[in-house]
C-alpha cells in the first residue's frame, strides 16, 4: 500500500471527475467527507492551493475522520514548500489516529525530507 504522499504526484484528474467532486463539495458545505474527496482530488490534480483551501474547509466541519482532513492538508502543505506547517498537521493525524499507517508513512516521508541528503 502506497503512502497518500506517493498516490496522485504528477497525475491529472480528468475535469469532468473534479466538476463531480466540487458540486458535491459545494452542494453541501457541512458534509466533511464532500470536501475532503474533493480535496484529494484537487491534489491528485496538482492544484496545490485549491487543495489546501479545500482541506481547510473540510476542516472547518468537524468530524470523527478529521486525521484524513490533517494528514491530506499536511501533504498538500509539504507538496507546496511548505513542509514545517505540513509536518505539525501530519503529526496530528497521527495523534489523533495513531494507527493510521498512511498518515504515519507521510508523517516518516516529510521528516526525511528534513534532514537533507
Known amino acids: 500500500m502506497l503512502p497518500f504522499f ?9 475535469t469532468a471527475w473534479l466538476e463531480r467532486t466540487m458540486v458535491r463539495a459545494t452542494g453541501n458545505p457541512e458534509c466533511f ?4 474527496n474533493y480535496a ?10 485549491d ?4 482541506y481547510q474547509r ?10 484524513l482532513a490533517h494528514n491530506g492538508l499536511g501533504v498538500a502543505l509539504v507538496r ?7 509536518i505539525e498537521l501530519m503529526r496530528e493525524c497521527v495523534r489523533l489516529r495513531p494507527d493510521y499507517e498512511h498518515g504515519r508513512a507521510n508523517l516518516e516521508t516529510a521528516l526525511a525530507l528534513t ?3
Do not use: M, N, V, W
Not at 506517493?6 to 480528468?14: E, N
Not at 467527507?33 to 475532503?36: A, D, E, F, Q, S
Not at 473540510?58 to 486525521?67: N, R, V, W
Open 51 to 54: 487543495a489546501i483551501r479545500e
Open 40 to 49: 484529494r482530488d484537487l491534489l491528485q490534480a496538482g492544484r496545490l492551493d
Open 6 to 14: 506517493a498516490i496522485g504526484a504528477g497525475l491529472g484528474l480528468h
Open 58 to 67: 473540510a476542516l472547518g466541519t468537524p468530524s470523527p475522520e478529521d486525521y
Open 115 to 117: 534532514k537533507g541528503p
Open 33 to 36: 467527507i464532500c470536501h475532503t
Open 80 to 86: 507546496a514548500g511548505r513542509l514545517a506547517e505540513g
